[in-house]
């Protein structure tokens, strides 16, 4: 089980910070996030030419009477925001110092969730592994706060990261679109691009927070060792020479920046979150200055 | 190998911690990682197998341990001037050796002074305590004589024993020749000569199998180089050579039965300096000159002399008038009486008489020395024979006492007076088949009897030769003079000096004891009826007691450098007794540990770091 806190100070860093509108995506229900959708709304926004495939029972006819041409009404929808929060819990985020970096997803899911409750944004919690483990669903207010710790706190440690399964599963259960928060150290030997794009398909914004520990970076490690996977348990013997390292490391941070570009070149979010980094300026740097909150 | 400081030997006991940590160390460690999967993605992985990582292991700690190894054995100052089996070792033990040096070295403690001699002592006895039982140890002293105090000796205990009893001989160094000693003593050609002295010799130096070590700083000094008696005065010069002397004044005293008879100042200046003490003393009386204040070399500040005993000469000329003779025989201390030949012999005694060109005389030998030049033998010695004419000395000895410092090629002779010498006479010089100059004396009689005959004939009249208008001329009458009278030039020396031989006058008796300076007895030998100390090894007055009678002599040491005056030349002393010659000299015991941390921790860094080798 992840040990980490979240109390005032964590709370503080949170005050005042909302979701940009980037991220919103249409909704039924009413909130407080404006939306630009044709011919739906109260709010009228602007004009636009009416393009093949556009429903027709949208044409403003008074222009056309006037103008001879088919227009649209653009009308901007207050919609509410849909915040899905998955957390690896597998074995291997439970390695870090001076905190782990399930700690460290905790934290900031927690952030995430309080920033979006305070907004009157709805939100689910779920953790996965090698399968999608607890999940809430659909919380509102911030009294849904303490149930997310208390749920993040309970999760067990363990299991092999597999991210196709337990997005497969969350997205069968997700009952409306939103953004799709995935908090893992992506090292999964069975690949992420899969079930980004499965989400993608299903319309979700995706923002991927990659959690690393030093000793992922191999520091520390020096010698002829024999190193286990924490999750799986297989053992290999290296001499962790300074080349070597150096060849891992390079290894690692390609990996880390294919993950990024994935992310990026489709319109999504990307952040890299070390366990030594303090947790108010990765909120300041990563979250904000990436435009996910303001 | 040997080791100058094998004291050093004792951080040898690092290693047990070294491998103590390392064997304990765990051999492998085993790290649990979030995942594998990249660590199996990266090619350098350690394909060696159980025993090649355990090669490797093993193969650190033997790294670790040649690091220390070599960390001590540098720190142990090894030298190899031996090869394996063999220590040759020329050690100067000349005066200057006694130069006091101030410990800038461990060798010594430091709470007193000690002479360079010392500290090379204290170094080879060090060297010789590590040296195992089996290594032919020959150990030279380069003084004058060289000496061999240790001749392939096995025992270290024995060369140590011989060696800790020397002190340095007040001497010039010959180390040529102990150098050529040591070639011959040695066993293996291969092996080093280690020659250590506060000279240099750079010629001696870069011979083949030859390790020079040079020891001592280079010190001012003021020194005595003579002590001169002046003619016809109660007092002597004293000759002061100095090099960088500071003060530059310095106080010159005559100092007799321990007390100061008369003292001077003398400012010392570039070149020699002379320093004259007048003092009414008695002959034969023992004296000290001293200079003060004292330097690092303190042998030659002072001097010591016997004050000259006036020697009366007696002399008789027979001529018909001869202005050369009368000049060369007319010297201080000496009456001269010239008489016509007829008035030969006459009533008057004297030491030695010189006849020109006699034409009568006795007719037999008659008590009394003389010095015949040509004319007819007035004695009746010599045989008659043919005059031969145009000669030019042919043949001659070159070290007999009657021709030193003349120069006979010189010499021509117009006629000789056709002397031929009896049979027991020593011929001088000669021109072929032609005796020129000869001695004849009673084979019988003692030498130094006076009651006995014995003339030198010199077969020409000196107006058939130019002999007497050669320089030389004086030199050879009064060497022919000293002959027949048995004195020698060195009996009115006021001292000699160390290295040369001491001769006393001739003694008839045989319970003669000669004593050196510090009493004990010296062996001395019998050489042409005097008593000869060949090599006077220490300055002081050596004595020669023979029945109630004593005769002192005087010995000094001159040092054979021009300028140094006994002390180190210039520039020959360049560096001090060398103990540590790495910056390891430097480093305190604190320092040696962080050193040998350091080492291993950058040995560790590049071999294991660059995968090289792993450690623990």
Redesign the interface.
Known sequence: MPEFTFGDRELGTCQRLVYTSRIATASDASGGHRVRRSGEGADFLDYRRYVEGDDVRRIDWTVFARLRQPYIRILQHETVLHVNLLVDVSRSMAAGTPQSKAALACRLACALAYVALTNGDRVTVATFADSLGHMLANLRGRAALTRIVTLLKSAPLGGTTDLSAGISAFRERARHRGLVVILSDFLAPAGYQEPIRMLLAKRFRVFAIQVLDRLDWGEGLAGSLRLRDSETGRTADVLASDRYLDEYRRRLRGHAERVDSFCTRRGQFYLYANTREDYAQLIARGLRERGLLR | MTLLAPGALWWLLTVVPVAALFLFRRR???????????????????T?GRWG?RL?RWLSLLVQLLIILALVVALAEPIDPIGRDELIVVLDDSATMQTMEEDDTTVVPASRRWTRFDLVRQLILDRLRDTPTGVRTTVILAGTPPKIIADRETVSQRVRAALSKRRPRDVNPQIDQALEIARRKRHNDTSTILIISDRHDPHLAAQHGVEWLRIGHDHPNVGISAVVPTIGEQSVDVILNHRRMTPATVTVSLIVNERVVTRTNATLRDGPTVARLSAALDPGEPFLVRVEPPDAFELDNTAFGVWPAPSHVRLKLVTAGNPFLEAALDQPNTSLNVIQPGNWPGEKVADVTILDSPRTGPGKPTPGRFIVFGGSDPFGVTRAGPAATDLTPTQWSADNPLLRDVDLLRWHIDRTAGMLPPRFAQCVAQSGDVPLVFVVRDPGQPEDDRDDFAAIYVNFDLAHSNITHRAGFPVFLWNAIDHLLNRRPEDTLISYVTGVPLSFPPQRRSDTRVTDPSGRDVQAFFDDGRLVVPFPEHVGFYRLDTGGKRIVRAVNYISDGVRSVGGPDEGAVARPLPRRPTWLATLPPWGVLVAAAGALLLIETLL????IL???
């Open positions: 492998i460690s085993e790290v649990e990682i979030p995942a594998l999967i990249f660590w199996e993605q990266t090619q350098r992985r350690d060696l990582r490797r294991f770091h660059r995968g792993k450690v623990g």
